[in-house]
């Protein structure tokens, strides 16, 4: 655990995630009954471990894993994993086997809120006032009854009253919290947290978590879910190292389902560009998650998680890939989350997915992202724009890169004018060794980017 230079989060730079939702993935119950013995359903995760590896990514992130009463997110015990999953010591064996595999580990953590079982809630709701825990829960009013039926309200999650908000602010409810994530390095030899509902937890505390963190784990990665607002908010010096990039997520898909790059150009542009609000910030990207429909279930155009796939992998920040959907499986919300997260056979749906073709895809560019200085760390430049079309320079001290993306039914012609400054001579094809082009007079002449495909150049090619 940590990193080699001391530098905050400086490995996520060069990091390809793969994104496990466990409850579903290894198929545990959908209700905690807390009297069975823990089930070693995390036993499944190895082989998916292995393939993730094999597709090229080297950091793993994984769902909420500790007791809860249901999905997760409804935390009982945060210093025990869920019997529905195993045991403490399963999971300290599956991290280390990720970490012998080259995969780095961060967890969900579950600080905004807890479940209604959970320990400390239970004693407020069985001693009322009395409960020396009564100081740990937001808003909490004994002149008024819950909508569940307790003699007190208090503050719930986004108005949901089975998530107990906690009051992050308490000294108390600080110590448990970072009591259980000392516990989770010590244990679990993790790397990082991915903050769950960020964007409610008390600044003061986030900043505190910060501190605490890097002063303890040189390198321990700090992920906040941001879905709305200014992520320089959450991921700066002082607080988090990166946000979930929810802008960039929804112009991937609707950019290809409505022919309309503009979205989506005009979002990295604002983040990334030479005015970037982001430059420099490596922000999660991703297609899909544990919340969202699956990206397939949004694109009319199956072909088109190919492009989607070559922008993700090509553009500023972190990629991550939410597991099953290297295949492009499909998954709709309908009254529960549930089609979000199935539980899968490794084997059965690589072998049967009608776009399992798509794997092959993702593996191939990470590789090339993998290679590539630019592409990790380059800095960010608009090329060209069009309904299906879209090009950028990605360029560092090392290697500039071109990417041209045509997600058109047929080959498109791009007339690329290069800014001052960009290397001219020989561009080699990194999607098709051997085919090269050359830059002239600050102009690069695409006679044919492929159909629903792309063209990704660099003048520094890495073997």
């Excluded at 695409?446 to 890495?462: C, D, I, K, T």
Aim: proline share 6%; charged share 20%; with cysteine.
């Amino acid at each position: 655990m940590g990193d080699k230079n001391g530098a905050p989060g400086s490995w996520s730079r060069d990091a390809f995630f793969y994104h496990i939702y466990p409850l579903g993935l290894c198929g545990a119950p959908e209700k905690n009954d807390f009297t069975s013995p823990a089930q070693p359903r995390l036993e499944k995760l190895y082989g998916w471990l292995t393939h993730a590896r094999s597709l090229g990514a080297n950091a793993l992130y994984l769902g909420p894993l500790f007791e809860s009463s249901t999905h997760g997110y409804d935390t009982v015990d945060y210093l025990t994993v869920d019997r529905r999953l195993g045991t403490n010591a399963d999971l300290a064996r599956l991290c280390a086997f990720a970490r012998d595999a080259g995969l780095r580990v961060i967890l969900d953590a579950v600080f905004n809120h807890v479940g209604r079982d959970f320990w400390a809630f239970r004693d407020l709701r069985a001693r009322g006032k009395a409960s020396e825990y009564a100081a740990w829960f937001s808003g909490l009013d004994f002149q008024k009854h819950s909508p569940l039926g307790d003699p007190f309200s208090y503050e719930g999650w986004n108005g949901h009253y089975s998530l107990v908000k906690l009051d992050v602010r308490r000294p108390e409810v600080k110590a448990h919290l970072f009591t259980a994530l000392t516990r989770w390095v010590e244990e679990f030899g993790i790397d990082g947290l991915r903050l769950d509902a960020a964007d409610c937890l008390d600044i003061g505390f986030l900043q505190e978590l910060a501190g605490f963190c890097r002063g303890r784990w040189p390198g321990f990665w700090l992920l906040g879910e941001i879905i709305h607002g200014d992520y320089r908010k959450w991921a700066n010096p002082s607080t988090l190292d990166s946000v979930t990039n929810y802008e960039c997520y929804k112009g991937l898909y609707s950019s290809h389902a409505e022919a309309n790059f503009f979205e989506i150009a005009w979002s990295l542009n604002r983040q990334f560009g030479p005015q970037g609000l982001y430059r420099g910030l490596p922000l999660y990207n991703f297609a899909d998650n544990h919340d969202v429909d699956r990206v397939a279930s949004l694109l009319p155009v199956k072909a088109h998680l190919g492009t989607l796939s070559c922008i993700l992998f090509t553009m500023p920040g972190v990629p991550s890939i939410y597991y099953g959907s290297e295949w492009g499986i499909e998954g709709k919300k309908n009254h529960s989350d549930a089609p979000l997260r199935p539980s899968l056979d490794l084997e059965v749906v690589a072998r049967e997915s009608p776009n399992r073709w798509l794997a092959e895809v993702i593996s191939k560019l990470a590789g090339v992202r993998a290679r590539s200085p630019a592409l990790t760390t380059g800095d960010y430049t608009q090329l060209h724009v069009a309904s299906l079309q879209l090009a950028f320079l990605r360029r560092c001290p090392a290697e500039s890169v071109i990417v041209a993306v045509n997600a058109d039914a047929k080959p498109a012609r791009m007339d690329l004018e290069l800014p001052g400054g960009a290397p001219h001579g020989a561009y080699t094809d990194l999607l098709e060794p051997g085919r090269s082009f050359r830059v002239s007079g600050g102009r690069l002449l695409l006679a044919e980017v492929p159909a629903r495909w792309a063209r990704v150049l660099s003048n520094s090619p890495v073997s």
